[in-house]
């Protein structure tokens, strides 16, 4: 179903709720530079959104999060850094405010002039977020006469300021939002055959659970990051000191097993790389699966095996990429995620190539190759669900086009 923008509604002067995703990466604490933005491209998703508010004379609140802070106030995650990088982007002040509800906050928003923009703190900082507490949905609303979501990587979870705030407020979408629909429906219904699917990363119990989906949907599922430890231990290898998560061994037998009707073939490593610790410069070398060594870890795939992903994806005619192939960070464990991105940029053309997932953005964009693929999505875990068919709580609340 077609969701209403921004450009079919009358927004002009209103007092706008605006829900985006500025979870950006910070560089980790403490240390120099900690709390710097490591990257704004999140924000850069936004502004053609903030642009059109503010052209018609809109009172923008800005509502976020950042972190997992999990329901109380993490100086770290407060939002400071991130309304004055905003501010420069625009070269227009923002008004940061203490907190996202009570008197203060209120007043300050009645005293915005038209064309304004305020951010409030970082919502996780309250615990009704997460919960979707009908009360703190209830306050988001009240300090707004409209709800637009432009918070796509944030549309997976019926959170108090992605879901439920909308049952209170005329809601409809962002201009982001608008495109990363548009642009992903498209892209699933014109999926061409064959179909691959790489998944990898760190939020492994996240993804694992979305993999027999995935497995359904396509032809070919490659596993990297750090899930590929499970696999192999599925397999029988001994994976040294990586984390395994050890309630999802059958599951993962069964992936591979791919006895479902319809299932894909699933590509697990062949070798790896390992390090001797987790840090930049641990001492690290290249290793059949079965010679791990014992408390080594698993820090990328190994250049055997990134040659038999290219080729997989070399193959296809559409792919889904979300999760770095390894520790991409660090030079020494960048080469397998290099390799699988070199492959999907060299579709450019003759394939359909979506990425979600701020790593694998963020791993595509260092690589000089975000203008090859069709489509970089700002969402991870929500492009996922999306490509599965599964209705995102934060786009179903949204109003329907007629
Ligand atoms: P995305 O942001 O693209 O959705 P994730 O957030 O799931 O991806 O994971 C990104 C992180 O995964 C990167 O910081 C990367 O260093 C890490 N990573 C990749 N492979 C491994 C591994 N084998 N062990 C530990 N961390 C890994
Ligand atoms: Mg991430």
């Given at each position: 179903m077609v969701k209403l923008s921004i450009r079919d509604y009358?927004?002009?002067?209103k007092t706008v709720l605006l829900r985006v995703d500025y979870n950006l990466p910070m560089k980790p604490?403490?240390?120099?530079?900690?709390?710097?933005?490591?990257?704004d491209r999140r924000i850069m998703a936004t502004v053609p959104t903030l642009a059109y508010l503010v052209q018609n004379e809109c009172r923008v609140v800005i509502v976020t999060h950042l972190g997992r802070p999990q329901g109380k106030r993490v100086d770290e995650f407060a939002l400071d850094p991130v309304s004055t990088r905003l501010s420069q982007i625009l070269a227009m002040p923002i008004v940061q405010l203490p907190?996202?509800?009570g008197p203060e906050v209120q007043a300050a928003i009645s005293a915005m002039p038209p064309g304004s923009i305020a951010m409030l703190e970082n919502?996780?900082?309250?615990?009704?977020e997460e919960t979707n507490d009908p009360k703190l949905a209830r306050d988001l609303a009240g300090l707004a006469g409209l709800y637009v979501n432009d918070a796509f990587g944030a549309a997976h979870r019926a959170h108090a300021s992605t879901e439920g705030v909308a049952h209170h407020l005329p809601a409809i979408a962002g201009l982001l939002m608008e495109r990363e629909l548009s642009v992903l429906s498209s892209a699933l219904e014109a999926s061409e055959r064959p179909f691959t699917a790489i998944v990898g990363g760190a939020k492994v119990s996240d993804k694992m659970a979305v993999l027999d989906r995935q497995a359904v949907l396509v032809d070919t599922l490659i596993i990297g990051g750090g899930m590929a430890a499970t696999f192999l231990t599925a397999q029988g290898y001994t994976v040294g000191a990586s984390k395994v998560e050890e309630n999802r061994l059958d599951y993962a037998r069964n992936l591979m097993a791919?006895?479902?009707?319809?299932a894909a073939r699933v590509l697990v490593p062949t070798d790896v790389v390992v390090a001797?610790?987790?840090?930049?410069?641990a001492t690290s070398r290249t290793v059949r699966?079965?010679?791990?060594?014992?408390?080594?870890?698993?820090?990328d795939i190994g250049p055997n095996t990134a040659a038999a992903y290219a080729q997989a994806v070399s193959e296809s005619k559409t792919v889904l990429w979300n999760g770095p192939?390894?520790?991409?960070?660090?030079e020494s464990f960048s080469h397998g995620t290099r390799r699988v991105a070199q492959a999907v940029a060299d579709l450019d053309g003759i394939a359909t190539t979506v990425i979600g997932g701020g790593s694998t953005a963020d791993a595509v964009a260092r690589l000089g190759l975000?203008?090859?693929?069709?489509h970089v999505s700002t969402g991870g875990g929500a492009t996922l669900e999306f490509i599965e068919g599964k209705e995102l709580p934060g786009v179903a609340v949204l109003m329907d086009a007629e």
């Open positions: 009358e927004v002009g002067g604490g403490p240390g120099p530079g900690a709390g710097e933005i490591l990257d907190g996202c509800r919502i996780r900082f309250d615990p009704g791919g006895e479902k009707p319809g001797a610790g987790f840090a930049e410069e699966v079965d010679e791990i060594p014992e408390g080594w870890l698993v820090l192939m390894g520790v991409f960070e660090w975000a203008s090859k693929v069709s």
